[in-house]
């Protein structure tokens, strides 16, 4: 098996940020993507063992487009740029992620979905499946 990794590097803010898309090669012929993401590094970029901020995109560039737009909204925030900013996540991203993801912290999911504490505690609590009832807290189409 043949791997063909893409990472493109850029800061915002000084904050270091990875653009990767990870493909793999059965036999030269068929061809499977395994990773494609945007994350903000940690410690701008030294660190590879701190909390690191990861969004997927697909296979479309209106993917993509959203994905940096919203590591750019995560940066100006935590750069206290941004008095009220939106919530990157929708209550669907935030269920789905946390229930895959047993030893996130909800600081950890708080960072990556740009939701308060508060929301997400309510939302987690309040949430018997997902797609059963919207949270009133969620306006973010």
């Known amino acids: 098996m043949r791997s ?7 800061t915002h803010l000084s904050r270091e940020i ?3 898309q990870h493909k ?3 036999g030269g012929v068929s061809e499977t993507t395994t990773t494609q993401e945007v994350a903000i590094m940690p410690n701008g ?9 990861i969004i997927k995109y697909t296979n ?5 487009i959203k994905a940096l737009e919203n590591i750019r909204t995560i940066i100006e925030t935590e750069q206290g740029l941004m008095s009220n900013p939106p919530k990157v996540w929708d209550a ?3 269920v ?4 895959s993801s047993p030893d996130m912290t909800l600081g950890q999911l708080s960072r990556r979905s740009g939701w308060s504490v508060g929301d997400l505690l309510k939302l987690l609590t309040s ?5 059963v009832e919207p949270y009133e807290g969620d306006t973010n189409d």
């Open 24 to 26: 793999e090669f059965e």
């Open 45 to 53: 970029g030294q660190d590879t063992t701190g909390d690191w901020v």
């Open 18 to 20: 990875s653009i990767a």
């Open 4 to 10: 063909h990794m893409n990472n493109i590097k850029v």
């Open 60 to 64: 479309n560039l209106n993917s993509l």
């Open 127 to 131: 949430s018997v499946g997902i797609g």
């Open 92 to 94: 669907y991203e935030i």
């Open 96 to 99: 789905t992620t946390y229930d």
